[in-house]
């Protein structure tokens, strides 16, 4: 079984969110979301910045996120503020 170090409850999302870059949205899905931070996956070819507003569901209101770590098409966020 896998250690949680969040230290926060993670409630399993599986939702669609979005990436918000200059250039327009990339879609992206969210496997799970905490408080203080989320795990997203986005197709592969789509450059993600280190910093950008991320919405983790449709109609929500962007918050600032930040990258912790990145493994292949899968970017663990921190959000920000």
């Known amino acids: 079984m896998r250690e949680n170090r969040r230290g926060v409850f993670r409630k399993n999302a599986f939702t669609f969110g979005s990436v918000l870059l200059d250039g327009g949205e990339v879609s992206c899905l969210v496997w799970d979301a905490t408080e203080v931070g989320a795990q997203i996956e986005v197709d592969g070819d789509h450059v993600v910045p ?14 600032a ?10 970017i663990g966020i921190a959000f920000e503020g």
């Open 50 to 63: 280190d910093r950008f507003p991320l919405r983790v569901s449709a109609g929500a209101e962007p918050r």
């Open 65 to 74: 996120a930040a990258v912790a770590w990145r493994r292949s098409r899968r």
